[in-house]
């Protein structure tokens, strides 16, 4: 059983400092790459999907979160207000009241939704520090957060169209779920006060988990304040779960902040807001890889997804030459050259690295490659170019497997 925490660190991926705070880690570089190849993976799903990107501030004043109700129903976990210049300024718990803002910021016609918007947006949670933990429970989030405007008939396809899109991610990531379950409300009042409201949007997510054949759980007391939601459940090696994506109905706020389209009618009508995350927080997307792949990432995302490996002094210029075409191309690409110790040593140093370059004086005198791969096979020594273009295709087709033997180098 991996624990991301060790990993983390052994691997130079992520750490904390008592001087930034509980909850509070930074990225390093490596660590970094794998959650920069992330996030623009998922801005790429989401753009193809027909999602708008937007930025909004990680501030809002305390009276944007009255009226979305995190103020009446979500204050234990936020911070406490912050005066500045006479007014009270507290950082987001969530994006969506800023992206309802930003919806009524302009005029919509029903020919344009779903008006799908999407960010990957800084939040911030007044965690008790005894829940802390790695990057599973950390206090400063980065969420991969959208939502989506629609009309009331649209809700069930929007929502379809988001599991869909967490179905494909998943697989793109290696994942698997552990279950899926419907959260609704429970007893007690941290819930908003509309039965009607809630009918609705739970017969809506059950429609959906219904039609699309997975099998799911109900489960009252884990729904939002303002809406039920569909939960992806993962468990790590101990069997511990926790929540990673999500969609979610919400009548609520477009209620609460007067949302409106004109329809075709010619009068304004209210939206569906269907909240959707397709890897949840990045913190905890990249804690569960970490534990799913024991550092060794699929190839795609992997911090350093290629080694060159000079077996002398003699073979240091070609293996750099290699390292540079590499980069060029667009693949994460390391040098490690006779100083680190024998051919043997290096390669059990980089046994996390996807692939494995070996240039020795034949391959140097025809321009190949010798492959060690990851899992360890080895290919017969090939051209560079039909050793890079066969990676780039794999890589950047976010594929699971390591090499294609049947592919063409083209």
Known sequence: MHDHRKLGRELNLFDTDPLIGAGLPYWLPDGAAVRHVLEEYIRDVERRAGYRHVYSPVLG????????????HYSDDMYPPMDVGGE???LRPSLCPHHALIFRSRAHSYRELPLR????GGMYRSELSGVLGGLTRVRAIQLNDAHIFCTLEQVAGETRAALELIRRAYGALGIHPARYRLSLPGPGGKYVADPDMWRRAGELLTEVLDSVGVEYEAVEGEAAFYGPKIDVQIADGAGREATLSTVQVDFHQPRQFDLRYTGPDGTGHRPVM??????????RAVAHLIEVHGGAFPAWLAPVQLVALPISEAEVPAATALVR????????????GPE???????????RLVPYQAVIGSREMADGRVALRLRDGRRIDPLPAAEVLARVLALTSGHSLDLWDAGASPG
Request: contains cysteine.
């Open 61 to 72: 004043k305390r009276e944007l979160y009255e009226i979305s109700g995190h103020w009446a």
């Open 117 to 120: 918007v999407a960010e990957l």
């Open 325 to 336: 075409q590499c980069v060029d191309r667009g693949l994460r690409a390391e040098l490690a």
């Open 88 to 90: 009270q300024l507290v």
């Open 340 to 350: 680190g110790g024998t051919l043997g040593a290096r390669i059990r140093d980089a």
């Open 274 to 283: 269907v909240h959707r995350s397709i890897i949840g927080s990045v913190e």
